[in-house]
C-alpha cells in the first residue's frame, strides 16, 4: 500500500531505523490494536523493503517458518517458508504474537537475531547468511502473558525493544479523522469515552478498548449508524461477555452519546 498513514507516538521512527541499519532485531511490547503493525507496515515502506507478516499461534513450528520438503509428481523438493525467503530477500520478517508459537521456533530465531545473523536449515543442511537488508521484528502482548508463556531472557535480551500504548490524546483525535473521515468533535468524544473504558479495565475489563475498536466505531458512525448503537456494537460488545459489565460499559456510553 502506498503512502501509509503513521502517526507516530514518540522516538519510535527513528529507534527503528536506527536498529535497521546497523542490522538489529526489534521487539514490540504493548496491548492489541494500539497500532504496531501499522508501525511496522509504515517502516517497510520507508525502507523500501518486502515485508513478510506472520501471525503466530500456538501450532506455529519451526518448520512453518523455515519451510519443508513437498511431494510432487516428480518426486520430493523443497519449499522456502517465510521466514527463509525474508533472509533470503532482504525482507522485514514480522512475528506478531510471537509468545504464541511453539518454543522449538527458538532454535530458527536466536542465531538470526544475534550477531551470526544466519539460518541453519537442518533439514537440507544449508546454513543461510541473512542478506544485509534482513530484519527480524516480533511483538508481544504483555498484557496476555503468564508464567508459562512470556518470552525467555535468552530471546528478550537479543532484540532492541520498544513499548507501544494507546496513542496520547490529540494523536488518536488526528488517527480517528484521518482513517475514517470522522469529524473532530465526534472523535473527540469517542476518544474520552475510550479513556473512561480504559480505566475500567483497572477492575472489570481484561483489555482495554483498542484504537483498532475506535477506529471501527467511528467508521460506523461515519456510514449512518446511530452513535450509540454504534459504541454499544464497537466498544462494549468486543470487550466482555459478562452482563454485569455491559450493563456498567452501557451507562458510560449514555453519558457521552
Ligand atoms: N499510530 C497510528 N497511526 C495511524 N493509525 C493507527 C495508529 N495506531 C493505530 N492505528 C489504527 O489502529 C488500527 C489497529 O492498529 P494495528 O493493527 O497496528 O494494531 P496492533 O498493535 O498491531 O494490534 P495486534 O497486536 O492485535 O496485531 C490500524 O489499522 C490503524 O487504523
Redesign the pocket.
Known amino acids: 500500500m502506498a503512502n501509509l498513514?503513521?502517526?507516530?507516538?514518540n522516538n519510535e521512527v527513528e529507534i527503528f531505523l536506527a536498529a535497521a541499519n546497523n542490522r538489529l532485531p526489534v521487539l514490540l511490547k504493548?496491548?492489541?490494536?494500539?497500532?504496531?503493525?501499522?508501525?511496522v507496515q509504515y517502516m517497510a515502506e520507508q525502507l523500501e523493503r518486502p515485508l513478510y507478516t506472520i501471525a503466530c499461534h500456538d501450532d506455529l513450528s519451526a518448520t512453518d517458518l523455515v519451510g519443508r520438503h513437498l511431494i510432487d509428481g516428480s518426486g520430493t523438493y523443497w519449499q522456502d517458508g517465510p521466514l527463509t525467503r525474508a533472509v533470503r530477500e532482504g525482507a522485514i520478517c514480522y512475528l506478531?504474537?510471537v509468545v504464541e508459537a511453539r518454543k522449538d521456533t527458538t532454535v530458527v530465531l536466536h542465531p538470526l537475531s544475534d550477531h551470526r545473523r544466519e539460518l541453519p536449515l537442518e533439514r537440507t543442511g544449508e546454513l543461510i547468511q541473512a542478506h544485509p537488508n534482513f530484519m527480524l521484528v516480533m511483538?508481544y502482548?504483555p498484557g496476555y502473558q503468564n508464567a508459562m508463556k512470556g518470552l525467555k531472557p535468552s530471546t528478550r535480551q537479543r532484540f532492541v525493544s520498544l513499548s507501544?500504548d494507546y496513542?496520547q490524546t490529540d494523536?488518536e483525535i488526528v488517527?480517528l479523522c484521518?482513517?475514517t473521515g470522522i469529524e473532530k468533535q465526534t472523535a473527540s468524544l469517542l476518544i474520552s469515552l475510550a479513556q473512561d473504558l480504559r480505566r475500567l479495565q483497572e477492575h472489570d475489563l481484561e483489555e482495554a478498548p483498542?484504537?483498532?475498536l475506535l477506529?471501527y466505531c467511528a467508521i460506523m458512525i461515519k456510514s449512518g449508524v446511530d452513535p450509540k448503537q454504534a459504541c454499544y456494537s464497537c466498544l462494549a460488545e468486543p470487550l466482555s461477555d459478562d452482563a454485569e459489565t455491559l450493563k456498567t460499559i452501557s451507562r458510560i456510553i449514555d453519558n457521552y452519546f
Open positions: 498513514n503513521y502517526i507516530s507516538q504493548g496491548p492489541t490494536g494500539c497500532g504496531k503493525t501499522r508501525f506478531d504474537e511483538s502482548n507501544f496513542p494523536h488517527i484521518q482513517e483498542s484504537t483498532r477506529v
